[in-house]
């Protein structure tokens, strides 16, 4: 069970998945950033964007469950079993019900507190312009090399149309010296899908 509160959808919903076991930064959505947990910062980012019918928090953490009430957040309670985000959203996706197949679901990462409206619009305003697109993800350039070297960041190379091409942990694309020149861009932790996408997406 969750708890949220249902509403008409006259826009896309936007899944924010949150868990305390990260890998590599346990209990990570809940340490203060300039005292607010850092899953707060995310939630009220979203709300920025106003084309969003609801914001919802989908975990398997009654912590998380707990602070979102406290907050009066729509929480999704799912399986602990899950090792991607995005199998996290869309059992909240399913669970949230009445979801169309041609439905925009949003996921943005419980880590991104510096997102902003803009970010947003430019994973969501793809599906406006052609019916025919599945899916969408942020691209955000690298401007240092420290990034560009880090393996925890995922790079992605994209062709003229911005259809990703590949993603690659490695720093690409190669260059024998740094330089924000270079075009290099990391994905970003905003992912849109139509409904049936993410569902055929997550089923592989």
Same mark, same amino acid.
């Given at each position: 069970?969750?708890?949220? %509160?249902?509403? @008409?959808?006259?826009?896309?919903?936007?899944? !924010?998945? /949150?868990?305390?076991? *990260? =890998?590599? +930064? $346990?209990?990570?959505?809940?340490?203060?950033?300039?005292?607010?947990?850092?899953?707060?910062?995310?939630?009220?980012?979203?709300?920025?964007?106003?084309?969003? %019918?609801?914001? @919802?928090?989908?975990?398997?953490?009654?912590? !998380?469950? /707990?602070?979102?009430? *406290? =907050?009066? +957040? $729509?929480?999704?309670?799912?399986?602990?079993?899950?090792?991607?985000?995005?199998?996290?959203?869309?059992?909240?996706?399913?669970?949230?019900?009445?979801?169309?197949?041609?439905?925009?679901?949003?996921?943005?990462?419980?880590?991104?507190?510096?997102?902003?409206?803009?970010?947003?619009?430019?994973?969501?305003?793809?599906?406006?312009?052609?019916?025919?697109?599945?899916?969408?993800?942020?691209?955000?350039?690298?401007?240092?090399?420290?990034?560009?070297?880090?393996?925890?960041?995922?790079?992605?190379?994209?062709?003229?149309?911005?259809?990703?091409?590949?993603?690659?942990?490695?720093?690409?694309?190669?260059?024998?010296?740094?330089?924000?020149?270079?075009?290099?861009?990391?994905?970003?932790?905003?992912?849109?899908?139509?409904?049936?996408?993410?569902?055929?997406?997550?089923?592989?």
């Amino acid at each position: 069970s969750g708890t949220w %509160s249902k509403t @008409v959808m006259t826009g896309p919903i936007c899944v !924010i998945p /949150a868990r305390m076991a *990260s =890998r590599r +930064f $346990p209990g990570k959505p809940l340490v203060p950033l300039l005292g607010l947990p850092l899953v707060l910062h995310v939630y009220e980012r979203c709300r920025l964007y106003d084309g969003f %019918s609801e914001v @919802v928090i989908a975990t398997c953490d009654e912590e !998380i469950r /707990a602070f979102g009430d *406290s =907050r009066g +957040f $729509p929480v999704i309670m799912t399986s602990d079993r899950h090792t991607r985000a995005l199998d996290r959203v869309a059992e909240a996706a399913e669970k949230y019900g009445d979801v169309a197949k041609d439905d925009i679901v949003v996921c943005v990462q419980g880590d991104e507190p510096l997102l902003g409206p803009d970010m947003i619009e430019a994973v969501v305003k793809p599906f406006d312009d052609d019916p025919a697109v599945g899916s969408t993800m942020l691209a955000v350039p690298i401007t240092d090399e420290e990034t560009f070297l880090n393996p925890d960041m995922v790079k992605l190379v994209h062709d003229l149309k911005g259809d990703v091409l590949f993603t690659s942990r490695a720093p690409i694309p190669y260059a024998k010296e740094f330089s924000p020149d270079i075009g290099a861009k990391r994905v970003g932790g905003i992912f849109g899908f139509r409904w049936h996408m993410l569902k055929w997406f997550t089923g592989l």
